[in-house]
């Protein structure tokens, strides 16, 4: 078997789909079929079933899914490993949202490059939904977020907690106006923000992420919620404000790793994520 048919075999098994594999690896739907029947040609055993919901892991497939993940892990870290200059001695490899790249995530690289100055990082920015694939698939060593979801051989920790709060262009505002921008910081913060507002007519705005959130804010006014670390350089700066007496919301940050990793210098990054996290939570809670 080849690391190709293993990628696909974990892209499936993260998607539930071979459409879906598909498209996520950038091939045709025929191809993703002939990998993963060549795959079950070679182990003897069928991996999948098909059906109109898309596709789940027969028993035997189940059995094969920790040897795919170590497959496709070893080829990477192989690639990776071999190819650094011999002055460094390892690399990780760190993905997270990027609201989380806002201070928190560089502050760790500088914590790092520090401490270890012999370690490639490699940093990335991601979605949950592509962070926690490239976790399962063994590409990624940590990923940082706001909605994990759970999956066998990862853990799943707790690292601490923003603090969404209203921020404005204007600072007499009293609560989210014609020009509110609502973003998706996901079900929790949609849960409490329909409890604090349940009167809101659905917002004229909407924004995926923070960072767009407040560029559109500073570039046509309005306002939106924001984490307080986030927003801070820009309230200092007289560019927004807090608007006074509105509610605040707790929006937990995740980390997330293997229960099981080779790799030389995972338990130092996470020592790192967890110390800064820890070392002064007044500026992340």
Known sequence: MDIDQARTFLAITAHGSFIEAAQRLHLTQSTISARIRRLEEEL????FVRNRSGASLTPAGKRFLDYAKRLVLT??????????????RASIRIGGRIALWEGFLPTWVGWMRSRAADV?????????EDLMHRLIEGSLDVGLMYTPSHSPGLIVEPLF??????????PDDTGPGEDYIYIEWGPGFYAQHTQSYPDLERPPQFANIGWLGIQLTLANGGSCFLPARMAASFIAAGRLYRVPDSPEYIHPAYMVYPRESDNPVMEQALEGLRELAAKEPAAYE
């Open 44 to 47: 003897g055993a069928r991996l």
């Open 75 to 88: 080829a990477d870290q192989a690639r990776d490993e071999v190819g650094l200059p011999e002055r460094y």
């Open 120 to 128: 490639v990082i490699r940093s990335e920015i991601g979605f949950e």
């Open 161 to 170: 907690n923003e603090t969404l709060v209203l921020v404005s262009t204007r």
